[in-house]
């Protein structure tokens, strides 16, 4: 039965154990008591949706405390082993798969090598599967108990009824590639095992977010640096996070070939690729036969040699170059969207932000508008390499708490909303 506002019963159930889910899961552990005033429901709600979730599996006790006088009161947690969630990462120079636990500890994972600008559809597709059964034939696993799989992808994903997530991805040659549908014809997934694919930066936006610099902030900018450049935006408006292709803004008119195939990108001065093309440009040498995190490595090294000697002047300058192209770039970020904070990630960010980061905010600074520069921070990532892999991981885990804990099979034109409503409901406070 519906009421006035169109919610059912069933409805306020599911509410009510997202309420405590996700409370205990990012607030926990908490007592009966604790979730109340917690989550808004009352003593009698609070205990019949935990006696629920107990029963399910889901939630456990973990300890006690005492209280003012009385008994001990019991502590309740999600309970970890309860579900298990793979992330994949589509990168520019590996496709990582990890599985996890509901507490997002890793459990096993894989890692299949790209090779240079190889993005073969079929060839992606195939890691992708490969990775997933690797990970499902790990001692850890336990299939009966995945809840979904996460993919991280560069370039903008279109949610169709039909076909599922459909990856427009200029940069890596990909045009309208039915990717959730080639993923479906060739994994040996159940079929009520839910796909939810989307923009790398966005899934390290949302890892960053939930569970690292970005916490507690409600206007937010996350940027992936790696072989390309991209940005998640979080704001009041947009709680769920948004891909922004900041790094096909143009900085330069009539400038470098960006590999988008339009000419002054970002991305064409700032991404690690065009880094290192510069750098042989100008006359540098890095390793023959490595790949770009290797070279990127030996540029640094080059640029601020430990021992004392001599920096490579080419080297040093392509870097500083690139510090004022990303300080630039963010200045238009800043005036934009006028965010609390701005976090740098992806491989290539952390790789070179403790290096040029002051030059970077320096630069920022001076191409923004004063009143929104001199309120935003700009640090890196707290979570690694890893983060696009744990924001792909993420997507599930959303979409289960948003459905209240049940493991429902939804129409691929239904799981967006899904997981934005669970997203829109967990931005930190």
């Known amino acids: 039965m519906a009421g006035r506002n169109g919610r059912t019963v069933r409805d306020l159930r599911r509410g009510n154990r997202t309420a405590v889910l996700q409370r205990l ?8 008591f604790e979730l109340g005033p917690a989550t808004g429901l009352s003593s009698g709600s609070v205990s019949n949706v935990v006696a629920d979730l107990v029963t399910d599996g889901l939630v456990e006790e973990a300890g006690s405390v005492d209280s003012d006088g009385g008994r001990p ?3 309740l947690r999600v309970a970890p082993h309860s579900g298990q969630m793979i992330g994949v990462d589509v990168g520019e120079t590996r496709v990582r798969v990890e599985l996890f636990d509901l507490a997002l500890t890793e459990l096993a994972r894989v890692e299949h090598p790209l090779a240079p600008q190889s993005y073969d559809v079929d060839v992606i597709v195939g890691h992708i599967r490969d990775g997933i059964a690797e990970v499902l034939a790990s001692e850890a696993a336990v299939p009966a108990r995945l809840l979904g799989v996460g993919v991280g ?4 994903i279109e949610h169709t009824a039909d076909q599922g997530a459909v990856v427009h991805g200029q940069t890596i040659g990909w045009d309208g590639v039915p990717l959730e549908r080639l993923l479906r014809a060739t994994s040996q997934l159940p079929d009520d095992v839910p796909y939810f694919i989307d923009n790398g930066a966005k899934t390290l936006g949302q890892a960053e977010m939930w569970f690292g610099a970005g916490r507690g902030a409600r206007n937010a900018l996350v940027v992936l640096f790696g072989s390309g450049v991209g940005a998640c935006l979080v704001a009041p408006d947009v709680e769920q996070g948004r891909a922004v292709e900041w790094g096909h803004l143009t900085v ?8 988008c195939g339009a000419p002054g990108c970002l991305e064409a001065y700032a991404g690690a690729e065009s880094l290192l093309a510069r750098w042989r440009e100008e006359g540098g040498r890095p390793p023959e036969g490595t790949d ?3 070279a990127l490595t030996a540029m640094l090294a080059a640029a601020y040699p430990a021992d004392g000697a001599e920096p490579d002047p080419v080297a040093l300058a392509v870097l500083e170059e690139t510090a004022e192209y990303l300080g630039a770039g963010l200045s238009d970020l800043i005036n934009l969207f006028q965010p609390e904070r701005i976090l740098i990630g992806g491989w290539a960010g952390l790789q070179l932000g403790t290096r040029f980061l002051p030059a970077v905010r320096r630069h920022a600074a001076t191409y923004a508008l004063r009143h929104p520069a001199d309120r935003v921070t700009i640090e890196l990532g707290r979570l690694g390499p890893d983060a696009v892999t744990v924001g792909a991981a993420i997507l599930p885990l959303a979409d289960f708490f948003a459905r209240g804990g049940r493991r429902a099979e939804p129409a691929p034109g239904d799981r967006l909303p899904a997981w934005q409503t669970a997203l829109e409901e967990r931005t930190p406070r």
């Open 153 to 156: 992808v560069p370039g903008i």
């Open 292 to 294: 770009e995190e290797t």
């Open 73 to 75: 009161r019991t502590l």
């Open 25 to 32: 899961y990012f607030d926990g552990p908490l007592s009966r």
């Open 252 to 259: 330069r008119v009539r400038g470098r070939r960006c590999r």
